[in-house]
Structure formats: structure tokens, C-alpha cells
């Protein structure tokens, strides 16, 4: 009867891991997609926009914030 609860637990314990696991690789994918989108067709303003992404992360920009802070970065790339 206890490995019942205990089957039942780490399965559990695995399904949230797993939705949690995809939730943030779903974010990461929809905060290149914004990224990639404030670039065009021009591949050097497309890396320059990733970097930018790269940066907003380690300066912990809010994710609330992130699209007009990319925005802002956009309109001021000089390539």
C-alpha cells in the first residue's frame, strides 16, 4: 500500500517538472521570437537583438518590461 503513495507521488512530482520545464523553455522561445521580430530580415540587427536578449537577462529586466526595452534597443541600433 505505501508504494502505492509512492509511485503515485514521484509521478506526480515528475508531471510537474515537466510542465515547469516547458513553461520556461516556452518563455525563452517567445522571448527570441520578440527579439527576432524588432530585427527585420537583416542578419546582423537579428545577433545584435539576440545579444541584447542576452543582456536584458543577466541585467534581470523585468519580463513586464521586456518588450519595450528591446523596442528601445531597436530603435537605437547603428549597424
Do not use: C, T
Request: charged fraction near 25%; avoid cysteine; charge should be positive.
Amino acid at each position: 500500500m505505501n508504494a502505492d503513495y509512492l509511485i503515485v507521488a514521484v509521478v506526480s512530482g515528475l508531471a510537474i517538472a515537466l510542465h515547469v520545464v516547458l513553461f520556461v523553455l516556452i518563455r525563452r522561445w517567445m522571448d527570441r521570437d520578440l527579439a527576432l521580430s524588432f530585427a527585420g530580415d537583416d542578419p546582423a540587427k537579428k545577433a545584435w537583438m539576440l545579444a541584447r536578449l542576452a543582456q536584458a537577462r543577466r541585467g534581470r529586466i523585468r519580463r513586464r518590461e521586456l518588450p519595450a526595452w528591446l523596442e528601445r534597443q531597436a530603435a537605437g541600433y547603428g549597424g
